[in-house]
């Protein structure tokens, strides 16, 4: 019964308002420099340029010179989802799911990677390894349940693995660690190297512990609130 009640569970999706959603984030612009793993844009005709190379010929398609084209670095999204059983009250762990899945939409919408980690009761488990993210993949949440106790540590322990095998694997890549949780652990985990660190934080409003907040100060990490505040 409980693994039936869990497979009909409907994630929410982030609302507007306080706490709400913001993605692409906003502090890694498109850049005109080239960087390992990066990926071009479509790029328009420069005609004063193409006119300059046609001189007094008819144009053809070898006169034909193209605006600079603009570049971002290739992005891998570790998603880190905390299930644990304080993440189930208040109808957290769904909103939770909500975001994450629509994370990996949005990768997939931009051309982004993709890696997915739960942990909870059951320990640390892979949902998705890292690699293209298709829109697809945020079904892999549906019959998560939550329950249990909190390994944040070997969460991140093992994300930080994952991370280093893909650098190793496929070369540079800008990599983003996304951290799910409420911050109902005693743990005090350090966190993994990762160029962007974010911690969404899904305490109680009411009764914030603060775990979240003291986290991201100590790694420097950016803290969003997914719930707003009483």
């Known amino acids: 019964m409980a693994a039936k009640k869990s497979l009909g569970h409907r994630s929410r999706r982030p609302r507007k308002g306080p706490g709400s959603w913001r993605w692409p984030p906003s502090h890694t612009p498109l850049t005109t420099t080239a960087t390992p793993g990066a990926r071009q844009r479509s790029a328009a005709i420069a005609w004063l340029p193409t006119v300059v190379a046609k001189g007094q010929s008819p144009l053809k398609r070898e006169h034909l010179r193209r605006q600079p084209v603009a570049l971002r670095p290739s992005r891998l999204h570790c998603i880190v989802l905390d299930t644990s059983g304080s993440m189930r009250r208040h109808g957290r762990l769904a909103l939770a799911k909500g975001h994450a899945a629509f994370m990996i939409e ?12 739960r942990f909870g009761g059951q320990g640390v488990e892979l949902l998705l390894p890292p690699g293209p993210a298709r829109a697809a993949g945020s079904q892999r949440l549906r019959p998560v349940g939550g329950g249990g106790g909190t390994p944040l540590a070997e ?4 994300a930080g693995r994952l991370l280093q095998r893909r650098l190793q694997r496929n ?12 911050g109902r652990t005693l743990e005090q985990p350090l966190p993994p190297a990762a160029q962007h660190l974010v911690i969404v934080d899904f305490d109680d409003a009411s009764k914030p512990l603060g775990r979240c907040a003291a986290w991201a100060a100590r790694w420097g990490a950016e803290h969003r609130l997914a719930l707003p505040a009483a």
């Open 106 to 117: 949005q990768a997939a919408r931009l051309g982004d990677e993709v890696a997915l980690l």
């Open 155 to 158: 969460a991140l322990a093992q």
């Open 171 to 182: 070369g540079p890549i800008e990599c983003w660690l996304w951290l799910l949780t409420d």
